[in-house]
């Protein structure tokens, strides 16, 4: 059995109501941040998020997950297996 790629407007339809979901409950997780004491503007995770969203914003092309990923990342270390304990 072959597989056939589903075009675009097929995608959109199959994921549009899970992408929405998300969405908002990334706006939902946003406000509470806001809404609760204390600040956290000289947080870098919080950096991380606001990069992250602008790179989904200003991103054409497929490569968004990658440019998104890394800012999550951890830059490459050689020998990075030794600083794991097992």
Do not use: H
């Not at 675009?8 to 998300?22: G, M, Q, S, T, Y």
């Amino acid at each position: 059995m072959s597989s056939v790629p589903l075009s675009a407007p097929a995608l959109l339809n199959r994921d549009f109501l899970e992408v929405r979901a998300k969405i908002l409950e990334l706006a939902a997780c946003l406000d509470r941040f806001e809404r609760a004491d204390g600040a956290l503007d000289d947080d870098p995770r919080v950096a991380r998020i606001r990069q992250g969203l602008q790179t989904l914003l200003s991103t054409d092309g497929p490569t968004r997950a990658e440019r998104v990923q890394m800012i999550f990342s951890l830059p490459y270390e050689d020998g990075w297996r030794g600083n794991w304990s097992i």
